[in-house]
């Protein structure tokens, strides 16, 4: 089960907040810091299982901070960190199994990082982020695909009007890059990560 999920990116998770330089309209400092929202910070993936099906899962234990600078999008940054016990595929067993040394080793590694190196815009409300993902130890490049969903004053009365960002992001890993290599190719070494997280500008 190939749950080299990244990300957080971080990643991240992660890398999104990068993105947020698009929203030309407020004015605002540069390296303004969003928390994500930990109730709104989904990092999941799917990986085949024997070409069957694919198997689906998630982390949920993720937190991070972006530092977003809207005027200079390439002065952003992301820094997301999952913790790896926090594995959830929906099935007891399967997740003890992941949870061991065949896969994520949870004991010697607990935790999964995303730290972002460099921001490329590719359209209004686009970019590519790539960053440093480390997981079991090992870390290599991984470049997130990000759209930011919006950037607004929070709907939610309750929030008076503190600003929150949403992003969606998709990237695809080799987990045997990273030393998880347990049952490839019948378990698939491509792993499809996707994220959907909100995030908090620091108050």
């Known amino acids: 089960m190939s749950t080299s999920i990244l990300f957080r ?32 910070a989904d990092v999941g993936f799917r990986v085949s299982h024997f070409g069957l099906s694919d198997t689906l899962g998630r982390f949920n234990d993720v937190e991070g901070v972006v530092l977003i600078d809207r005027d200079n ?17 929906n099935h007891g067993k399967r997740d003890e199994h992941l949870r061991g040394g065949d896969f994520f080793n949870v ?8 730290k972002s190196t460099s921001v490329e815009l590719t359209g209004t409300d686009t970019a590519k982020v790539t960053g440093d993902f480390t997981m079991l130890g090992v870390t290599k490049p991984v470049v997130l695909d990000v759209k930011l969903n919006a950037l607004m004053p929070h709907p939610l009365p309750q929030m008076n009007g503190r600003e929150v960002a949403g ?7 080799k987990r045997s890059e990273f030393g998880m290599d347990t049952f490839v190719p019948a378990i698939g ?3 499809e990560v996707t994220l959907e997280v909100e995030a908090l500008k620091q108050q």
């Open 9 to 40: 990116s971080s990643a991240l998770a992660a890398a999104f907040g990068v993105v947020m330089a698009v929203s030309l309209a407020v004015p605002a400092q540069a390296n303004e810091p969003f928390v994500l929202d930990e109730t709104h």
């Open 107 to 114: 004991a010697e590694h607990p935790t999964i990082t995303f």
């Open 189 to 191: 070494d491509d792993v």
């Open 167 to 173: 992003f969606s992001a998709t990237t695809t890993i």
């Open 73 to 89: 999008p390439a002065g952003s940054s992301v820094d997301v960190t999952i913790a790896t016990a926090s594995l959830d595929t």
